[in-house]
């Protein structure tokens, strides 16, 4: 029998896909990054994850196309016993790249479950983050089911997360704290820096930290906002993805001391159990890691920057929410209710603009709002362009629910201050 939150969730989605807004599929027979077609339409896409734009770079494309001639479509075996032969070139590049020797894994979901279960043992405990990703969660459950001790802590909360580890120290050998680099919703930070200053003070605390959002653009040659800020500290661990700024799929693993990434490639199960990447899955990636080597990567990083700046400008000067950081390109506009957003949302469609609507459960009931991402496939004009008509859209749908952009502002206050708005330099 189904349960009931899954019929409640189920529900939801379904909801959104009856209005057009979640679930679909495009009509495209060619993409150009910029725009996709639903329905008949062509909408800009502020829905894509691949912030730095390069799903079309020509140097990208030609290292799959290269390395599908040579190599096939797939590389079918476990790499327990082999594996195709760019992983070599493809993890040297990523060395360069992270300044860590990197455990490749398939995706970035199978490198949590892979890790998490083999360095949380019994003898430890985890405290997770209210709003880590939902494959951190799933996987610290698997490491609880072993015997480690797992809490949930609020977010972004160093002092809880301080007086607990504290307490749990004394017990455990090690305590862990479970958190985004960059959180996927509200596109806030880490607060990296008070947690590098809690690890000076307790010696058996430990971060894992899911960076997925920030690698590829955050830091030199795109190392990602938590190596940034932890400069390869023996105790952080950090959790990468390729599918989103570096255009091409599949995780990494980044662990600075080499024994235990040893044992996390030998005993995580999906190193063993899951299928390698294909040929040109990693000829494209080889072609992205020298793109982020390069002098081009920089540019890159300032058009994004650019995008960033203007959207931050503009919606102070339009009055409008905005829970992110200044510096993140995951945007997040507070409307509230439900019944508000999922309108907007579809109405943002119909104008031509690709939005995502954050509802429950992926925030908190009643603290919704539109989700949209920058990238560099995007113009400054489509960003001008969607906080326009965001503005001029947004208070007939607040007023239809019995609200205003005042009330909305004063709603997401409390959750404002969990919110770390801070970057690392």
Request: hydrophobic share 45%.
């Amino acid at each position: 029998m189904t349960l009931p939150e899954h019929e409640l969730v189920d529900f939801i989605m379904a909801q959104g896909a009856a209005m057009g807004i979640t679930q679909q599929v495009t009509e495209d027979e060619t993409y150009d990054g910029r725009f996709i077609t639903l329905q008949g339409c062509a909408v800009r896409n502020f829905g894509s994850c691949s912030y730095m734009g390069l799903q079309h770079h020509p140097a990208l494309v030609e290292g799959a196309i290269d390395a599908v001639r040579r190599y096939g479509t797939q590389f079918s075996s476990s790499r327990a016993y082999v594996s195709p032969t760019l992983y070599t070139e493809v993890e040297d590049l990523l060395e360069q790249v992270f300044g860590i020797r990197p455990v490749v894994t398939p995706t970035t979901t199978l490198g949590h479950i892979a890790a998490l279960p083999v360095l949380v043992t019994r003898n430890d405990a985890a405290l997770v983050d209210r709003q880590v990703h939902n494959s951190v969660q799933t996987a610290a459950a698997l490491a609880g089911a072993q015997g480690a001790r797992i809490e949930v802590v609020s977010h972004n909360d160093v002092d809880a997360i301080r007086t607990r580890a504290l307490e749990l120290a004394g017990q455990h050998e090690r305590v862990w704290y479970l958190a985004d680099g960059l959180y996927s919703m509200f596109g806030d930070f880490a607060p990296m820096r008070a947690l590098m200053a809690l690890l000076d003070e307790i010696p058996n605390l430990h971060l894992y930290v899911d960076d997925a959002h920030a690698t590829g653009w955050f830091g030199e040659h795109g190392r990602g906002y938590a190596l940034e800020c932890s400069k390869g500290h023996p105790r952080v661990i950090v959790a990468a993805s390729f599918a989103k700024s570096f255009a091409c799929t599949g995780g990494a693993l980044l662990i600075p001391d080499p024994e235990l990434r040893r044992v996390v490639r030998n005993c995580g199960g999906p190193m063993t159990f899951s299928g390698p990447l294909t040929p040109p899955t990693l000829g494209s990636l080889a072609a992205s890691a020298r793109v982020h080597l390069s002098d081009e990567f920089k540019t890159l990083q300032a058009h994004l920057f650019e995008r960033m700046e203007l959207a931050d400008r503009r919606a102070r000067d339009l009055g409008l929410t905005m829970m992110n950081a200044p510096m993140s390109p995951v945007r997040f506009l507070a409307v509230g209710d439900e019944a508000a957003t999922r309108p907007l949302v579809a109405e943002l469609r119909a104008k031509g603009y690709w939005t995502n609507a954050a509802c429950f459960p992926a925030v908190p009931k009643g603290r919704s709002g539109v989700r949209f991402t920058l990238s560099n496939t995007m113009t400054l004009d489509d960003v001008e362009g969607l906080l326009t008509t965001i503005a001029t859209l947004l208070p007939a749908h607040l007023a239809r629910v019995g609200a205003s952009m005042t009330e909305t502002r004063e709603a997401f206050a409390r959750i404002a201050t969990r919110l770390n708005h801070g970057i690392a330099a």
